[in-house]
């Protein structure tokens, strides 16, 4: 049978009481093993680590499953919950702006304009324009219903309908609505929330929790000292619901579309000036006739600027026509009245060659004048068009004076008639000029498109958020990261031993390992005594009886044999078993380490030496008194207090009446005297003690034992925490012979140390 224990080998030549010599346990080749394993630990230490952490992650799957499902099921209810946010988005196109002077050309002065793109990113984002956007559809209204919370959006959006439960409640459910045909508010009351109720018939306001009146669906209604003017032309919800009516102010609502308003220019490739329009919102509707209207609304604003331009022209030329008609008429009178008085006067080639020129200049000086004051409105004096404008202006002065010289050296005759008639034909030019100017105005102020193109309508483009399925991943990769970082940091934080190694490099030895037995569960029970602040494990029945081929009562049979050896070397049959902290499992041990030696023969007695909180007696069903304490205070005689288990071979000493000093009462000579008799009487003797650190009374007893076992419990007991019990032992002249380590589980973790293979079951 191969067993869960193991044991430390005897020096070489080491002799026992006896004085006979003793031989190792292991055979030499297994002690080369041993030294070779620990030569090489340095070497696998970070293959064992990965190995343990990746064990560890195993021994807790199914809690590192759970809050991964866990956040899981968080990511994906967040995701149906939170509500989707759509975009729209819009092209349109500004073209090369076109000038609509009537006065001919001015791009030849002043140049082409080129598309100015960061201005119509300006003028798209203005006030000017939004303004007009939100006084059209009405966008400072607000109507809000009043939600359920968290889940309100996703009620409204499935159409789930009003459950019983909730009649009479002020939260809208699905398919529940207010159709608002007019909603008028004074300006002082602006961002006052008006809250309107459906009643059983009609509907209730209510401003401040304070009813102002009640008005019928379909009619309009004023409250308010006619401050609020009503129209509710449909309302769709059950008596109780309710919904609050707001009224911004002009320029909140202004903000909130710009804010989700964005303008891009067009990537590259695209040609100039393509402008892409996007704009976010919840709902799919809103959205779209809103980014529709900016767009139809910036395309308005060029039109009526382009218009504008025109008919400021034209309104200057109206201006100028009658003036120029009166001057005309006031020429030709003058011709006529001149050429009467002096019957006729005829005009040689060149006089007729100076009028003409005198024509061309005038219509040029005209025309000059007219492009003069449409520049003065849009640049300064200073501005280098405005200045080859004044450049070409004084030329052509300089040429008409020029020209003036030359008609001087006429005959005084001719010179008249060349003024009088140069007066009549320049004037008469200019005029039929303005006339078609007006003309082509008007057809132009008609005819006017704009340089703004809708190329493309709004519609929705897709969904912004949520992003369920990246939500849901990453929910799911955050309960993961979680989830293995909290089994990590637990397991970095517990300083229990796990494995035989641990305590052997404490520099002592392991008897034996048991496994945790789930048997011995049925076996066990919780009790909590008056004054204790927590509750103990007590033993309550003998595994080694009960299932006697578990294998936690195999690893007992291991540690007994390891203790036949170490008895040997011994100067006494008494065996201590004690350990560092409570709930150990130290009962466990001494009381199946003592059915085990009963069965192979030996008479063996248990003594309960915790005269605190010792429970032996429960596991043999009998009373604690008469026990130890009564025979240490005199109360009784040694042969009272041995009581016989009912097993064979097997007797035990209970702990007597709980004394409120037993530390005195161990130190008395009559223990002393108690265990020379009872080594005489009996092969065996087992001493269960109270834990080393918590009380002394465990080094009273070591001092009348030669072999001292220390139990510590697999992920409970700190290495440290051992060290320091067997430190206080020697303090105290107790040698500790081993330890034992108890409730060893079977986990992926520590399957890969030495001692995870050792638990076998043989029938």
Not at 96 to 107: I, L
Not at 248 to 275: F, Y
Not at 577 to 597: D, H, R
Not at 664 to 672: D, T
Request: net charge neutral; charged share 25%; proline share 4%.
């Amino acid at each position: 049978m191969f067993t869960g224990c193991c044991w430390r080998p005897l020096a070489s030549g080491q002799t026992g009481s006896d004085g006979q010599p003793r031989h190792s346990i292991y055979p030499s080749a297994a002690v080369e093993l041993m030294n070779e394993i620990s030569q090489n630990q340095d070497t696998q230490e970070t293959t064992v680590d990965l190995g343990r952490l990746f064990g560890v992650m195993l021994d807790h799957k199914w809690l590192i499953i759970i809050i991964t499902l866990l956040f899981a099921g968080f990511g994906y209810v967040q995701g149906q919950l939170a509500t989707p946010i759509y975009q729209a988005d819009a092209l349109v196109q500004v073209e090369r702006r076109s000038s609509v002077s009537p006065f001919g050309n001015v791009d030849t002065v002043i140049g082409v304009d080129a598309v100015s793109t960061p201005a119509e990113v300006q003028i798209l984002q203005s006030r000017m324009v939004l303004g007009q956007v939100v006084d059209r559809l009405e966008r400072d209204v607000i109507i809000q219903p009043v939600e359920l919370p968290y889940i309100a959006n996703f009620v409204q959006r499935r159409g789930i309908a009003r459950p019983a439960f909730m009649k009479g409640q002020p939260h809208v459910w699905g398919n529940e609505f207010l159709d608002v045909a007019r909603f008028e508010l004074a300006d002082n009351r602006r961002g006052q929330r008006i809250v309107v109720e459906r009643l059983a018939e009609g509907y209730q306001l209510l401003l401040n929790d304070v009813p102002i009146g009640t008005g019928q669906v379909g009619q309009a209604e004023r409250y308010l000292d006619d401050e609020l003017t009503l129209h509710i032309a449909r309302f769709e919800a059950a008596p109780g619901a309710r919904f609050q009516l707001m009224k911004q102010h002009r320029t909140s609502a202004i903000g909130n579309i710009g804010s989700r308003l964005q303008v891009r220019e067009a990537t590259i490739g695209t040609p100039a000036g393509m402008l892409r329009l996007i704009m976010t919102g919840e709902d799919p509707t809103e959205l779209t006739r809103t980014l529709d209207a900016v767009a139809e609304t910036f395309l308005t604003q060029n039109v009526e600027r382009q218009s504008a331009q025109a008919q400021q022209s034209l309104e200057f030329l109206e201006e100028q026509a009658p003036e120029l008609r009166t001057q005309l008429t006031e020429s030709e009178q003058n011709l006529n009245e001149y050429r009467a008085g002096l019957d006729s006067v005829d005009l040689d080639s060149e006089s007729q060659a100076a009028i003409q020129r005198y024509i061309e200049l005038e219509t040029r000086l005209n025309e000059l004048e007219f492009q003069e004051a449409e520049l003065a409105q849009r640049y300064t004096p200073s501005h280098p068009s405005y200045q080859a404008l004044l450049r070409q202006r004084r030329q052509i002065e300089q040429d008409r004076a020029e020209l003036n010289q030359r008609v001087n050296q006429l005959p005084a005759a001719q010179q008249e008639v060349v003024r009088l008639r140069r007066d009549v034909d320049v004037t008469q030019a200019i005029y039929v000029n303005v006339l078609n100017k007006i003309q082509e105005l008007e057809v132009a102020r008609a005819g006017t498109i704009g340089n703004v193109r809708i190329i493309d309508r709004a519609v929705i483009s897709g969904l912004v958020s949520p992003n369920r399925n990246r939500m849901l991943i990453l929910a799911t990769l955050l309960g993961l990261v979680l989830s293995v970082g909290l089994v990590l940091i637990r397991e970095l934080l517990r300083r229990g031993v796990t494995s035989p190694e641990q305590i052997e490099a404490a520099g002592i030895p392991v008897y034996a390992t048991i496994p945790l037995s789930s048997a011995q569960s049925s076996l066990t029970k919780r009790i909590r005594r008056k004054g204790l602040r927590q509750a103990k494990s007590v033993v309550t029945g003998i595994l080694a009886e009960r299932e006697p081929a578990d294998l936690s009562v195999e690893a007992i049979r291991g540690l007994r044999t390891s203790l036949h050896f170490a008895l040997l070397e011994g100067c006494n049959n008494r065996i201590m078993i004690t350990g560092s902290s409570p709930e150990v499992g130290k009962s466990f041990v001494s009381i199946n380490l003592a059915s085990v030696f009963a069965q192979a023969g030996k008479q063996v007695l248990l003594i309960d030496a915790d005269l605190r909180r010792g429970y032996l007696h429960r596991a043999f069903d009998m009373d604690a008194s008469p026990g130890l304490s009564d025979y240490l205070s005199g109360q009784c005689e040694l042969a009272d207090i041995i009581r016989p288990t009912g097993i064979d071979n097997y007797h035990v000493i209970s702990r007597g009446r709980v004394a409120p000093n037993p530390s005195e009462l161990l130190m008395q000579s009559r223990l002393a005297e108690a265990m020379a008799a009872l080594s005489d009487r009996f092969d065996i003797v087992l001493v269960d003690t109270p834990p080393m650190l918590a009380v002394t009374d465990a080094s009273v007893v070591g001092k009348h034992c030669d072999t001292t076992l220390l139990v510590a419990r697999f992920e409970k007991n700190p290495v440290r925490e051992i060290k320091a019990a067997r430190r206080r032992l020697e303090d105290n002249g107790i040698s500790v012979r081993g330890a034992v380590l108890n409730a060893v589980e079977r986990k992926p973790s520590t399957a890969s140390g030495h001692y995870g293979y050792y638990h076998y079951q043989y029938r």
